[in-house]
């Protein structure tokens, strides 16, 4: 089973992002969760959102898991929650950050040794979207970093679920921004 675990600020897109996903994955005949946890329901409280994944019934419904992957959305929840919480020693880490990677590691030291891939969502989003909705670029970093899915097929299901409720403006500026995380994740 592959277990990806978003952190986020409400109202930054994780539980969009996860369930999008969830949409997207259901399509290919596998089985999917998508679910989220909230602290406070305020726009800007910490939160975390999940995502299950396999071939087989999933049974389990609880919000503990092993992630194979942490989504870190909001850059500043490196440094005050745990996202290392139950990590296994193959989990990898896409980080939004603005700092380079070297950078990241001197001020969060705990992170040394860990696999982790880092791009700057919000700035992607903001150039894109003009928004700092930075779910759908990290979705595409996901693409690129696991492998789940081919970018190509990603883009063309997830324009299906995003043309449920989006305008074509805001769904081309989420392909764009998707594609452009997919290049530039390190």
């Not at 909001?74 to 990677?101: A, M, N, R």
């Not at 590691?105 to 860990?114: M, N, R, S």
């Not at 700057?120 to 903001?126: A, Q």
């Not at 769904?171 to 997919?182: S, T």
């Amino acid at each position: 089973m592959l277990e990806i675990r978003w952190h986020s600020r409400a109202g930054q897109g994780a539980v969009t992002g996860a369930k999008g996903l969830a949409d997207v994955v259901a399509g290919t005949g596998k089985e999917v969760q998508a679910f989220a946890f909230y602290g406070s329901a305020k726009r800007g409280a910490a939160m975390t959102a999940y995502n299950r994944i396999d071939s087989e019934p999933i049974l389990n419904h609880e919000k503990f898991m092993n992630p194979d992957y942490v989504l870190v959305i909001d850059p500043g929840l490196v440094f005050i929650t745990d996202i290392c919480e139950h990590e296994k020693p193959t989990t990898q880490y896409i980080i939004t950050t603005h700092l380079s990677k070297d950078e990241l590691l001197e001020k969060k030291p705990q992170l040394q040794g860990k696999k982790i891939h880092t791009l700057d969502c919000i700035k992607i989003s903001l150039q894109e979207l003009g928004k700092p909705i930075p779910n759908a670029p990290m979705l595409g970093a996901l693409m690129k970093v696991s492998g789940i899915l081919e970018l190509e097929f990603f883009l063309k299901a997830f324009t299906k679920v995003l043309g449920k409720k989006l305008p074509q403006k805001v769904i081309d500026g989420n392909m764009v921004a998707i594609r452009r995380a997919y290049d530039e994740v390190q």
